[in-house]
C-alpha cells in the first residue's frame, strides 16, 4: 500500500510551495493589521488633523474599497494570472500606505485609506485564488486554515503592535510599518503565485455591475452603521438597486455576479449558512464590548480588550476545523460547528441574562470564535 507523506511541521504543503504559503500568509497579514490597527489610532489622528466628524470615515472607507475590489478583481486575475496581479497590488498597497502615512489633512488620509482598501481587498482574493488553483486538494483545508489564524493573530498583534507605534512614535507609523511586511511577501512570493491557466481570457470588467453593486454596498452599510430615520429609506434604495442589478444581469454578457453564483442549488445554502454564521458570530462579538463597558461598569481599554476572546477561539477554530475536514465531509464541518455555535451563543445570552460570573462569559465567547 502506498502511504500519504505526512504533513511537514507547518503542516501545510511540500518545500517547494512553502513560498506561496509565507507569502499568502504574509499578504494576509498586511490586510489584516490594516484593518485591525487603525481604529486604535483614531484619537491621535484627529488630534493631529482635526476634522473629527470625518474620523469614522478613516475606517468604513477601507471597508467599502475592499468589498468593491473584491468584485472587480477576478476578470483580471483569470487574464493576466495570480502572480502578476499580486505583485502589482503589492507595490500600490506600499504607495497607499505612504500616501496614508504622509497625509497632511484627514482628506488626504481618507483617499489613502480608499487606496489602501482597493488593494487589500484585491490582494485577499488572489489569495484565495491562488491556493485554489496551486494547492492541491488534500492540503487545501490546512492552507485556508493557515491563512484564517493569521486573522487570529493578528486580532491579537494588531492592536498590540500599534499601541507600540503610537507610544514610541505617532499615528504615521501605523501605516509606515506596513511597507516592510509587504515587502517581504513581494520577494518570497514574486515567483510562488501560479500565472494564468491554459483557459485564461482577456479582462472583460463589467463596469455597470461593479457600479450597482458598490452602490448597494455603500447603501446597505449606510443602513446598518446606525440606526436612524432614514435607516428604512436606505433600505428601499438598496432593494432598488439590488433589483437594478438583477434586471441588468439578465442581459449583460459577462456580468460581475451572476444569478446562478447566488441561487443555484449548490450555492444557495452555503450562501445563507455562511450569512447566518458570521452575522451571529460578528453581531455578537460586537455587543460584547459594549455590555462590559455600559453593563459592567469597565474602562474603554478593559472592555476594548474582550475581542481577544472570540479571536483566540478564531484561531483555534481553524485549525481544528481543517483537521476534521480531512477525515470527514465538509458539510458535516458545518453542520457541528453550525450547532455548537448556536448552543454556545444560547448559553452565552443565558450567562448575560442572570448577570453570571465573567470569566463564564469570555470562555463561552472564546467557543463563538472557534465556531
Known sequence: M????????IGLMSPSQRPLTFSTMAVIAVAAYNN???SAALPAIGDDLGNLAWLPTVVTVELIAS???????????DSIGANRVMRFL????????????????????????????????ALIATVMAAMGLAVPVHL????????????GVMGLAGPAVAALLLTIFDWRALFFVNIPVAV????????AFPGPTEHARAAKSDRVGITLAALFTVILLGAISALTWFTPLLLVLGGLVLWTYLRYERTANDPVLQRRHLFAEKFRWLHITAFLVISGGIAANAFLPVYIKAGQGASTGQAAFTVVFMTVGWTIGAFVSSLMAER???EWVIQVFSLMLAIVLAAS??????????????????????G
Open 328 to 330: 470527514r465531509a465538509g
Open 140 to 151: 487545501r483545508a490546512r492552507a485556508y486554515a493557515a491563512n484564517s489564524s493569521v486573522w
Open 2 to 9: 502506498t502511504m500519504m507523506p505526512a504533513p511537514n511541521t
Open 90 to 121: 503589492l507595490v500600490a498597497f506600499m504607495g497607499a500606505a505612504l500616501v496614508a502615512g504622509l497625509a497632511p489633512t484627514m482628506a488626504v488620509l481618507i483617499v489613502g485609506r480608499a487606496l489602501q482598501g482597493l488593494a487589500s481587498g
Open 36 to 38: 485591525l490597527s487603525v
Open 184 to 191: 517581504f511577501a513581494w520577494f518570497v512570493g514574486r515567483n
Open 349 to 370: 445570552a443565558v450567562v448575560v441574562g442572570l448577570d453570571l460570573p465573567l470569566p463564564l462569559l469570555f470562555a463561552l465567547f472564546m467557543l463563538v470564535g472557534g
Open 67 to 77: 468589498a468593491i475590489a473584491v468584485l472587480a478583481v477576478g476578470p483580471i486575475i
